[in-house]
């Protein structure tokens, strides 16, 4: 089983960036889907963007153009380069291995705030 560690983010100012990091261990990495998921204050959690074992890359509209998912498997790590931010980004981000379940474990996350 594949363990996660978010980190990365931080407060920035509407149209800034962020480099979100997820380290992976116990497990073989490369042949795991990441994806990238977001909780904003009183919303429920939704994912951001996926990244198949296979390279392949899937954003959600309200990001599209804006984030960009991708991979290291020689560091064990999945990356979420997030441009052009907004106030509406707020929230905090987690990584795990899709699908997510009710009862699937969340690591801490990484709070990201976007001040207008």
């Known amino acids: 089983q594949v363990q996660l560690v978010e980190s990365g983010g931080g407060l920035v100012q509407a149209g800034g960036s962020l480099r979100l990091s997820c380290a992976a261990s116990?497990?073989?990495?490369?042949?795991?889907?990441i994806g990238w998921y977001r909780q904003a204050p009183g919303k429920q959690r939704e994912l951001v963007a996926t990244i198949i074992s296979s390279g392949m890359k899937i954003c959600v509209d309200s990001v599209k153009g804006r984030f960009t998912i991708s991979r290291d498997n020689a560091k064990n790590t999945v990356y979420l380069q997030m441009n052009s931010l907004k106030p509406e980004d707020t929230a905090v981000y987690y990584c795990n291995v899709p699908p997510v379940r009710a009862d699937t474990a969340w690591g801490q996350g990484t709070q990201v705030t976007v001040s207008s």
């Open positions: 116990g497990s073989t990495f490369s042949g795991q889907d």
